[in-house]
């Protein structure tokens, strides 16, 4: 939170105050019906269309992977910085995340219900969208969500323990304001509320979502649905622990899903190949995010020499591998990361080519003029009880205009590793809170 001066604090939320007291009187509901929701889960099951946050635009696929790479970056340093933080202020917890993701859904907001586009992210918990009266917001595709044209919408108290998870400011007039900024100069001010959210065909009233009044930063759609462990997310509020998605080859133009509650299960009957199940792991320091124990990794037939705690969470919450849905490629941990570039390096019997400045990647190969005879080794990631054969086209890329074959794969100088959504296309993955476990399974995602 805060690294803000405290006048420029005192000055945000004196007027987050103001813009409450010109909310609230008509519009203010019962705060009954929030407490109530949030100990009576809601079991409601339903599926929602994602779409590629590029998928709209006139980009090649040189360029689309470039801008994913570069995304990336920005999101492994928000990772960091989320992580140093809480090493330095053990008792802070950043729920708030202001910047951008990979996949967008649909939903509606108030009553009556008004359309609008949000990243989904498995990296953070807060729903969030802009609001009027917007003191200084990015531009988005819909017009700002306006409070006082809904029926449904209501301020989240201070008492309330939604506002004490967000580790928010009160204030007199009963509202909870929130305000944050980034190591990467993202920053995000408003207030907690809830509103009736439209989830394809099913309502759920009640929702508990974070109403941006300045915001700075990366655009994200027209807002941020939180998929996280925290109180916040809506998983949580919606009291479902199951969830899942399955993503399409990320240069594509077809839509991938997500899939919440009943709707979520993996088994046979999905149609694709053998299930595989690892365990999840929290980090009590950063308990939002998705951990999976990473014991190893293997090129063709050559299991690297890595060192068993190289992937290992530190009591200090450092470390370990996070699975991301917002991360378009896996970043490892740089000891490990130079033993997979040297393999692949010895493996792969073709020239080195260097496009970072085209792609952003590290690794690239030239190719030859057959591309149909190019021998790239197996890559397989060992979690705990699971073995992930990764297809080939989940980690290399080709582009034949630039005649290079290359690895998704990128360093991360610090911690932690996260398992990028490249990696995870064509698999549906499903989050099993209940048991916490993570599987995988082959399958086509376009035709989920």
């Not at 309330?160 to 929130?178: A, F």
Request: glycine share 8%.
């Amino acid at each position: 939170m805060a690294s803000l001066s405290s006048s420029l604090s005192s000055l945000l939320f004196l007027t987050l105050a103001l813009i409450l007291i010109s909310i609230s009187p008509a519009f203010s509901m019962p705060r009954q019906s929030l407490d109530d929701h949030q100990d009576q889960p809601m079991k409601t099951g339903f599926k929602i269309t994602l779409n590629h946050i590029d998928s709209g635009g006139n980009f090649t696929n040189s360029e689309r992977l470039y801008r994913a790479v570069k995304r990336s970056s920005r999101r492994l340093q928000m990772f960091n910085e989320m992580i140093s933080t809480a090493k330095k202020h053990p008792k802070l917890r950043t729920t708030v995340y202001a910047g951008e993701s990979e996949y967008l859904m649909n939903f509606s907001i108030g009553t009556p219900p008004k359309s609008y586009y949000g990243t989904t992210d498995t990296g953070s918990d807060l729903i969030w969208t802009q609001c009027q009266p917007c003191l200084e917001c990015f531009s988005q595709p819909d017009p700002v969500f306006d409070p006082k044209k809904s029926s449904s919408f209501s301020n989240v108290s201070c008492s309330n323990n939604l506002c004490h998870e967000l580790k928010s400011e009160c204030n007199v007039y009963d509202g909870c304001v929130y305000f944050y900024d980034y190591g990467d100069g993202s920053f995000t001010a408003g207030y907690l509320a809830t509103e009736t959210f439209t989830f394809e065909k099913v309502s759920v009233p009640n929702v508990a979502f974070g109403c941006g009044i300045i915001q700075f930063g990366p655009e994200a759609g027209d807002g941020l649905v939180g998929l996280g462990r925290g109180p916040l997310s809506l998983i949580s509020q919606l009291g479902e622990r199951t969830f899942s998605y399955c993503l399409t080859y990320w240069n594509g133009t077809k839509h991938s899903t997500l899939l919440i509650g009943s709707h979520a299960s993996v088994n046979s009957s999905n149609g694709g190949g053998e299930i595989k199940t690892t365990r999840l792991i929290q980090n009590p320091k950063q308990p939002t995010y998705y951990y999976l124990s990473l014991e190893g990794i293997t090129i063709g037939s050559t299991r690297l020499p890595v060192n068993k705690t190289t992937f290992a969470l530190n009591a200090d919450g450092s470390g370990g591998l996070i699975i991301d849905s917002g991360t378009t490629i896996t970043h490892l941990v740089e000891s490990a990361y130079i033993l997979v570039l040297k393999e692949f390096i010895s493996q792969v019997k073709l020239p080195l080519v260097d496009t970072r400045n085209s792609t952003g990647l590290d690794l690239c190969f030239e190719l030859p003029s057959d591309h149909s005879h190019v021998e790239i080794p197996s890559l397989v990631f060992h979690f705990t009880d699971a073995d992930f054969d990764l297809p080939k086209e989940n980690y290399m890329v080709t582009d034949s205009s630039l005649g290079a074959t290359c690895l998704a794969m990128r360093g991360s100088s610090d911690t932690p590793s996260i398992f990028g959504n490249m990696q995870q296309q064509n698999i549906l993955v499903v989050y099993d809170l209940y048991k916490e476990t993570l599987s995988f399974m082959s399958t086509e995602c376009d035709k989920f």
